[in-house]
Structures are given as structure tokens and as C-alpha cells.
């Protein structure tokens, strides 16, 4: 079963104004992982939180982590049309290292130049 | 990090056929995963091969509908066996990278398969 929700669902936004898209989660994690996909092509991984980081920072990237919500929410500042594609969150399980992936349902953003 | 190709990247089937789809890392991993993303939904894991071992199966997925090899540590084979219009979707190998306990996964660019 899907671990996570994500919303929004779709975001339309213009280029240079910032996205924010939020997951939610249901059980104990050791990290969460943000990965894009663009046009139903192969994931690109962008950031791993780890379950006892509040923040982490990439480029025009910025992940929170609230452990105790159990929410992460991904932001992207002056966003580029090439921003536009599918984000998922993705957990692994508290106790778990690696391997199994359990991914939200997916925010499609859309950036107009 | 890798560099992951599949092959197919897609194909168009008729029901009942089957379709082995190919996955080859270029550095040696011990552990490759199958996924299924159906048409505009998440991905789902189908299992996990390890080399010189039996492929573990998650929930709702069994070997008879998806059989797995994986003959060498940079090479991973997924059949899709008996297919239906439902088996239409995306499917995707990955591996993984990390250190200190963290991992991180790479994904191939995926085979899109139609079954018609």
C-alpha cells in the first residue's frame, strides 16, 4: 500500500515564483527521499532527509522534515520551465537501511515560462 | 551513482504473450528492484533480486506472473508472463547507493509497455 500522500495533486505555476509541495506519511521512518520524473521517464533522485534532520538545503532546493507530523514538504525557489515534472516522496521504514522505497502519490507541477 | 539502461524502453503486446524486459548497471550492485508505475499513478515495488539468491516478492506480486533473474551483479532480467490489458504500465529497475546507512536509488529510464 502507498505510504504517503502528497498534495497538492497539480500546481500551476509562472516561472521564477516558488513551488511547495507537501507529503504525508504514516509509520516510523529512517529517511525520506524527494525524486522527480519528468514526462512517465526514469526518477531522478534530489535529496534525502534523514529521519533526525529538520532541514536540508540543494541548490534551489529546500526539504523540511517534521518527524512528529510526519509530513515533509519540498521546496523549489525561482522555479525554471525545466522544473516541470512529477515530484514523489518516498520513505524507507524506521529500521531499514535501504532498500524498499515507498513512494506518494506524485505532484505535477507545471512552471510557464 | 550508476548509469542504468533498459531495454525495451517500450513495446506494444498482444494479451496472453510475455515480455522479458532487460536491465543493466554499469558498476556492480548487490541488490536491483522492480517496479511497476501504472498509468498516471506512483510507483509501486514489485520486488527485490539479489545475485545467488531468490527474488523477494511484495505483497499482491508472485513469481509465476513476474519472474526475475539475476544471473551476475550488474544484470537483472523481469518478465511480464500471460499479460493482459491491465498489465499496461511503466516498469522500472533501480540500485542503490549510500554510505553511513543512508541509501539512495538510481532508476533506469523505465519500459512502457501497452498491452493490447
Known amino acids: 500500500s502507498q505510504q504517503g500522500e502528497e498534495d497538492p495533486q497539480a500546481l500551476s505555476i509562472q516561472e521564477g515564483e516558488n513551488a511547495t509541495m507537501n507529503c504525508s506519511y504514516k509509520t516510523s521512518i529512517n529517511n525520506l527521499q524527494w525524486y522527480r520524473q519528468n514526462s512517465g521517464r526514469g526518477l531522478v533522485h534530489l535529496i534525502l532527509i534523514r529521519s533526525n534532520e529538520r532541514e536540508k538545503h540543494s541548490g534551489r532546493l529546500r526539504v523540511t522534515l517534521d518527524t512528529s507530523k510526519k509530513s515533509s514538504s519540498l521546496l523549489i525557489t525561482a522555479s525554471r520551465a525545466a522544473d516541470t515534472a512529477s515530484y514523489f516522496c518516498?520513505?524507507?521504514?524506521?529500521?531499514?537501511?535501504?532498500?524498499?522505497?515507498?513512494f506518494g502519490q506524485g505532484t505535477e507541477l507545471s512552471v510557464k515560462p | 551513482s550508476a548509469v542504468i539502461s533498459q531495454k525495451p524502453s517500450r513495446d506494444i503486446c498482444q494479451r496472453g504473450t510475455s515480455l522479458t524486459i532487460q536491465c543493466q548497471v554499469d558498476s556492480q550492485v548487490t541488490m536491483m528492484f522492480w517496479y511497476r508505475q501504472q498509468p498516471g499513478q506512483s510507483l509501486t515495488l514489485i520486488a527485490t533480486?539479489?545475485?545467488?539468491?531468490?527474488?523477494?516478492?511484495e505483497s499482491g506480486f508472485v513469481i509465476d506472473k513476474f519472474p526475475i533473474s539475476r544471473p551476475n551483479l550488474t544484470f537483472s532480467t523481469l518478465t511480464v508472463s500471460n499479460m493482459s490489458p491491465e498489465d499496461s504500465s511503466i516498469y522500472l529497475c533501480?540500485?542503490?547507493f549510500g554510505t553511513g546507512g543512508f541509501y539512495e536509488q538510481y532508476f533506469g529510464p523505465g519500459t512502457r509497455l501497452t498491452v493490447t
Open positions: 533480486a539479489n545475485q545467488g539468491s531468490e527474488a523477494t516478492y
Open positions: 518516498a520513505t524507507v521504514a524506521f529500521g531499514n537501511q535501504g532498500g524498499k522505497l515507498i
Open positions: 533501480s540500485v542503490e
